[in-house]
């Protein structure tokens, strides 16, 4: 299975983001073979509809599940109309999460976790 993590760096010993929309990057990783890939998160400085736009870059790479530390109504909206399972509360390195992803730790959130323009510090 294809799954997406927020990252605040390339690497396996990187960090989850807690921002979905605004992480530096993405983390692309593939359970059955252990393959990962980072890609630049081109949303994080948009000035407006960054969840969508990057939640929209991860439909487009065939991913089925989110893995991030929260995900606002915006993303988790295009996410869930694409079938896409988004898991919140995720934290530690991208590695551990993966680790716990395929261990079957991780439960699917079931709403957003965060209100609109949380990831711009606003209430």
């Known amino acids: 299975m294809k799954i997406a993590l ?3 760096a390339a690497g396996p010993d990187a ?6 929309g605004r992480c530096q990057c993405f983390a692309i990783g593939e359970t059955d073979t252990g393959k990962l890939e980072f890609m630049e998160n081109s ?3 948009a000035g407006g509809g ?3 736009s990057a939640a929209q870059a991860i439909v487009d790479k065939g991913v089925k599940a ?3 530390g929260n995900c606002g109504p915006n993303a988790y909206k ?3 109309a694409a079938g896409v399972q988004v898991i919140t509360g995720v934290s530690g390195t991208v590695k551990q999460a993966i680790e ?3 261990a079957g730790k991780l439960k699917a959130a079931s709403q957003p ?3 609109a323009h949380h990831g711009m510090g606003k209430k």
């Open 66 to 68: 989110v893995l991030t």
């Open 100 to 102: 716990d992803f395929k």
């Open 50 to 52: 960054a969840g969508i």
């Open 113 to 115: 976790s965060v209100g």
């Open 15 to 20: 960090h989850v983001d807690p921002r979905f």
């Open 78 to 80: 295009v996410l869930e």
């Open 6 to 8: 927020s990252a605040n």
């Open 43 to 45: 949303s994080m400085s």
